[in-house]
């Protein structure tokens, strides 16, 4: 059994040597990769999905404390059920896509939290509002064709009047809660 972990221990080590000995910048890959919102409408769960995410990665894992991670999503982008549910997100009261067509986050400084667990210090805008913010996210090295490849996991809650996310009738908490889930299940090669 021991022999097992020890093996088991012995392939991400040889993983993080081949990522610092290449230092290079992650791109998502758009085909493999989903960032999923999770919210309610009167109590009953809805879902929809940020498409088009762009995304760099710089991480040293042997030396996670610097980073560089840009995220820029298009807003108009945004897939959910039904053109009136996505005529209501893009409206001046929600994200207001004509006068803020991206949202993006950016973070500069990561700490390692367990063998594959770190968080991002990092700063979140919408709607022209930014706000600081503590990325959990999960971090395992895989190779694809040779080359190590990033799958990232995360999931954080955002409160999305501090972002001016809900104004007017949509400022109502108990028609649509301030809390929306981000879950981020991402891939990035070099």
């Known amino acids: 059994m021991s022999k097992l972990f020890a093996r088991a221990a012995v392939v991400p080590l040889a993983l993080i040597g081949a990522m610092s000995a290449q230092a290079a910048v992650f791109e998502l890959d758009p085909a493999e990769s989903t960032v999923v919102f999770k919210y309610s409408y009167e109590g009953t769960p809805y879902q929809g999905e940020f498409k088009n995410v762009q995304a ?3 991480i040293d894992i042997a030396n996670p404390g610097s980073c560089n991670f840009s995220v820029t999503i298009p807003i108009a982008d945004i897939a959910v059920d ?10 001046i009261e929600m994200f207001d896509v004509d006068q803020f ?12 939290q367990s063998v594959n667990s770190f968080t991002a210090e990092g700063s979140l805008t919408i709607r022209n509002q930014t706000h600081p913010i503590a990325f959990p996210f999960t971090l395992d090295i895989e190779m694809n064709d040779g080359q190590p490849r990033l799958h990232l996991t995360s999931e954080v809650t955002v409160k999305r009047l501090d972002f001016g ?5 949509w400022a109502n908490t108990s028609t649509i809660p301030n809390d929306v889930v981000i879950q981020v299940d991402v891939y990035a090669g070099q």
């Open 56 to 58: 760099s990665f710089d």
């Open 165 to 169: 996310v809900g104004q007017g009738y």
């Open 101 to 112: 067509p991206t949202a993006s986050f950016q973070a500069t400084k990561c700490s390692l």
């Open 82 to 91: 039904g053109a009136e549910v996505k005529d209501y997100l893009m409206d």
